[in-house]
């Protein structure tokens, strides 16, 4: 009930139009989530929830066939003017690196550009000609959606834990799964890159979100114009 109130108080305090828009805006594009149906298998062999959350059992990173088809549908359309539909696609432009993570023993946070994490992918290696080729059409643009799309502090603390299941995912290439036991995931997500637990965090939020806004132009070839929040609704602890 209360996340539909919020809904509704967020959309209220928007701007009015007296024309009708269809927006075509999409999250997550770039992150890491279920790698593959073999690690959804192997976490939930392991007892972790994974068919429990529609994220951890349906998404995926962007293979080249996801946005072949996509983009086969949007060129088939266009408005009275002549224009495609066009995605905004809010990107994520890097994962964490899992490999000098664990390599430093879970000491210290190490991230990867998501372009190097496409090359480990089995079917990834035209995605990048196909994000500049929807962009060039004009029926594709990315937007910015943050650094990483993992709660660095609050993960971190886990893994550090020793908790067997987060090594274990960590280990399988992913970190998107819930923690067991927690059924109020709007006061520890390890979603939520924006969250605070304490408000000593906001700097390395702030720098963390700069060194991404860098990292899209670079990747793409110009400065973003937006930013879609990645954080829980609720008060700093």
């Known amino acids: ?23 075509i805006e999409s999250d997550d594009w770039g992150t890491v989530r279920m790698p593959s149906k073999k690690v959804y298998n192997d976490l939930k062999k392991e007892g972790c ?6 994220f951890t059992k349906f998404d995926s990173l962007e293979s080249n066939d996801d946005l072949e088809r996509l983009f086969s549908i949007l060129i088939k359309y266009k408005d009275k003017t002549g224009r495609h539909p066009i ?6 432009v890097a994962n964490p690196s899992f ?15 998501f372009i190097e994490t496409l090359k480990r992918y089995p079917a990834h290696n035209r995605v990048m000609d196909l994000y500049r080729e929807g962009i060039a059409s004009g029926f594709f643009y990315p937007e910015y959606h943050g650094r990483e799309h993992v709660n660095i502090n609050l993960w971190m603390k886990e893994v550090r834990k020793n908790n067997t299941i987060f090594r274990l995912a960590a280990k399988l290439g992913t970190f998107a799964i819930d923690l067991e036991g927690n059924n109020d995931r709007y006061k520890k997500n390890f979603m939520a ?11 390395d939020i702030k720098n963390n979100l700069g060194i991404g806004l860098n990292l899209f132009s670079d990747i793409f070839g110009y400065r973003a114009r937006s930013f879609i929040a990645l954080l829980i609704f609720g008060t700093v602890t």
């Not at 890159?193 to 700097?203: A, L, P, Q, V, Y």
């Open 1 to 23: 009930m209360w996340s539909n109130i919020r809904k509704y108080v967020q959309n209220g305090l928007g701007p009015r139009f007296d024309k009708h828009y269809l927006i």
């Open 49 to 54: 929830s994974v068919d429990n959350n529609p």
């Open 87 to 92: 995605i905004t696609a809010d990107t994520i």
């Open 99 to 113: 490999e000098k993570i664990i390599e430093n023993g879970f000491l210290n946070y190490e991230y990867e550009p």
């Open 193 to 203: 890159t924006c969250h605070m637990e304490d408000e000593s965090e906001i700097n």
